[in-house]
Nanobody
């Protein structure tokens, strides 16, 4: 599975942005996909996940109620809709795919290259 994250950019605080994770590979629909982010000088952290069917999702407390993860298996794409963005959401956002539905980066075998999101105050 190869992953390509896109959609990052510069947005003002309070604004919205949707990042996408496009995958190649016929088995993508069988994988859990997660979003992680890494801010400058900080460790990579879990943001959200969605299981293979889209029925089960999970969010970090810091984004719960503001971010929504979804997937379209017909398009081999997972989305992260980010609303009410804050300057502390500034980071490089990575998507990852794996067979284990977990919140650790070690649960995921395949990673995209990351897309940068900058939220200005």
């Amino acid at each position: 599975v190869q992953l390509q994250a896109s959609g990052g950019g510069l947005v003002q605080a309070g604004g919205s942005l949707r990042v996408s994770c496009a995958a190649s590979g016929r088995t993508f629909s069988s994988y859990t996909v997660a979003w992680f982010r890494q801010a400058p000088g900080k460790e990579r952290e879990f943001v959200a996940l969605i299981n293979w069917s889209g029925v089960s999702t999970g969010y970090a407390d810091s984004v719960k109620g503001r971010f929504t993860v979804s997937r379209d298996n017909a398009k081999n794409t997972v989305y992260l809709q980010m609303n009410s963005l804050k300057p502390e959401d500034t980071a490089v956002y990575y998507c990852a795919a794996g067979k284990v539905t977990g919140r650790s980066e070690y649960d995921y075998d395949y990673w995209g290259q990351g897309t940068k999101v900058t939220v200005s105050s």
